[in-house]
């Protein structure tokens, strides 16, 4: 099945830095777009659309950024591991949250493609 697990998380300390890393797995023919979304403490149950998108890349590499990031936060992908990458610069406390991946991805022998979530990672930003 087709799994994507993240991974890069922890605890940071405001104006750090922190890389996530979320891979890709599984029967994948494509994948599409890449996406880093985040849910802020105290929703952690609240049904994915009440997510924030943080970074979209899609398969050719172009990016597109929240304001609330712009500047601060790189999105990026390997295709060759499957991954997709968020480089977190000089993060603030409201950067707290579990970040979650996801990807529209085609398998293989199926047509269509469909939406796949990670697990999430959970980052916290304290002094």
């Known amino acids: 099945q087709v799994q994507l697990v993240e991974s890069g998380g922890g605890l940071v300390q405001p104006g750090g830095s922190l890389r996530l890393s979320c891979a890709a797995s599984?029967?994948?023919?494509?994948?599409?777009?890449m996406r880093w979304y985040r849910q802020a403490p105290g929703y952690r149950q609240a049904p994915q659309s009440q997510?924030?998108?943080?970074?979209?890349?899609?398969?050719?590499?172009?990016?597109d950024y929240a304001d609330s990031v712009k500047g601060r936060f790189t999105i990026s992908r390997d295709n060759a591991k499957k991954t997709v990458y968020l480089q977190m610069n000089n993060v603030k406390f409201e950067d707290t949250a579990v970040y979650y991946c996801n990807a529209d991805i085609s398998r293989r022998g199926q047509l269509g493609r469909y939406g796949y979530w990670g697990q999430g990672t959970q980052v916290t930003v304290s002094s």
């Open positions: 599984g029967p994948i023919f494509s994948l599409y777009d």
């Open positions: 997510r924030e998108l943080v970074a979209t890349v899609n398969e050719g590499g172009s990016t």
